[in-house]
């Protein structure tokens, strides 16, 4: 009802909001999901773009990758600093500003035909997009009842996998088809990069205006009895390290999947795609994430979150060996069904990760996002195992990862006793 006074209460939180401002305030945040997730995505079609325009080697072209989300752990303590102090809206505000500051320096970057003013400009726009991270996660989290938590967190992520749906069709459009009616080119290859850049800076200009002046709910940390006699830190409890590990291998896992499908499907005997043909396949991948959110959401309704992650752990093993031991369509359908599988990973890892930190959440949630390092890290180490065995062969590295989280959701989840310091 509007005008009511409500104050649900998690993880110690207090929200000073009524009904109808949670349903406001979550409507408003899918924007930010969305725009995230757009922005993420397109490195799947910066890389091989770039990777043809200065000639680079895979692992070169997986900097792309490492300067990225390299970022998340620069950036994410100091963010959830910030957050802690100035609160979330004005974090997701100033979130918005970075981030349009590092799409603006793709201009820069592509008239001087330089590839580490783009790997500058991927990290001062990563930058930003950590602090929305920081700001926009923890905050959906609280904004309604804590067994709901994940559900809730994991229809956000849809509109998140919405961004990532789409960006390919757009990349492949304004980029790789414009990069090759100029072969051979390599300034006209690198300005392709120019305008869609600039047009996603103004973007979130505008989002950073209207996130300004959106009256959105207070959240103030409040401290319990039990949290008094608990000192230290977010990292006593086991389930948060065993949770930032899991965000680590899977952002490391999704992002090299993703970065390598391009070359996948362009091998003669996967599908023999062109570039700009193949990258509008990326939305299958990104897709199948974003119809999992929606079913996911409901289906962790009725089932406990840790059985259905790792129940969607198992078959993305399944769907890379697929991948890796067969050829042609079956090849190209199974990587591209691990997006599906890879639905509700992350906003379920992150919710159950920080359930029970009390007055240590929003450090948890710090940590967390400075695990999604695993973006910048397993991409490089699956480049230069593509560089040494070929790509389909180097899909091996993911299996891991997912073998991780399928551990995390049946078993490490699980919240033990915080160690209290003496």
Request: include cysteine; proline fraction near 4%; charge should be neutral.
């Amino acid at each position: 009802m509007a005008g009511a006074s409500a104050v649900p209460e998690t993880n110690n939180t207090k929200v000073s909001a009524s009904g109808e401002n949670y349903r406001f305030a979550l409507t408003s945040l899918t924007s930010l999901f969305f725009m995230w997730g757009f922005i993420t995505c397109l490195n799947d079609i910066l890389i091989p773009h770039l990777k043809a325009v200065f000639d680079l080697t895979y692992t070169q072209a997986m900097l792309i990758q490492f300067c990225f989300f390299g970022a998340y752990f620069i950036v994410s303590i100091p963010s959830g600093v910030l957050v802690k102090k100035l609160g979330f809206q004005k974090g997701i505000v100033i979130g918005l500003v970075i981030a349009a500051v590092g799409c603006l320096g793709f201009y820069p970057a592509a008239s001087l035909q330089s590839y580490p003013v783009f790997l500058i400009a991927l990290f001062v726009l990563a930058s930003g997009i950590t602090l929305l991270q920081v700001s926009a996660n923890p905050y959906v989290s609280i904004l309604g009842k804590p067994e709901t938590a994940s559900s809730r967190l994991t229809m956000t992520q849809a509109f998140n996998s919405l961004g990532t749906t789409v960006a390919p069709f757009f990349g492949a459009f304004l980029i790789l088809e414009q990069a090759a009616t100029e072969v051979g080119n390599a300034a006209a290859g690198a300005e392709a990069v120019q305008m869609p850049y600039v047009l996603l800076a103004s973007m979130l200009l505008l989002l950073a205006a209207i996130f300004a002046y959106l009256k959105l709910p207070v959240v103030e940390q409040v401290e319990t009895d039990e949290d008094k006699a608990v000192s230290g830190s977010a990292w006593q409890y086991s389930h948060l390290v065993l949770g930032a590990i899991g965000i680590f291998v899977y952002v490391g896992g999704e992002v090299a999947i993703g970065s390598f499908l391009v070359s996948f499907l362009n091998q003669p005997d996967i599908a023999g795609l062109e570039e700009a043909d193949a990258a509008t396949y990326i939305a299958y991948y990104w897709g199948g994430a974003m119809v999992g959110r929606f079913i996911g959401a409901a289906v962790m309704q009725k089932i406990a979150a840790g059985k259905v992650l790792a129940f969607n752990a198992a078959f993305a093993v399944l769907f890379v060996f697929v991948a890796i031991f067969t050829k042609g369509d079956l090849a190209m359908w199974a990587i591209l069904a691990v997006g599906l599988c890879n639905s509700i990973m992350f906003p379920t890892i992150f919710s159950l990760a920080i359930t029970g930190l009390g007055k240590h959440t929003s450090q948890g949630s710090g940590i967390l996002c400075l695990a999604i390092v695993g973006g910048a890290i397993i991409p490089v180490f699956q480049g230069m195992l593509a560089d040494s065995i070929g790509v389909q062969l180097s899909f091996f590295l993911p299996i891991f990862c997912y073998l991780y989280i399928a551990y995390y959701g049946l078993i490490g989840h699980k919240p033990k006793q915080a160690v209290k310091q003496v």
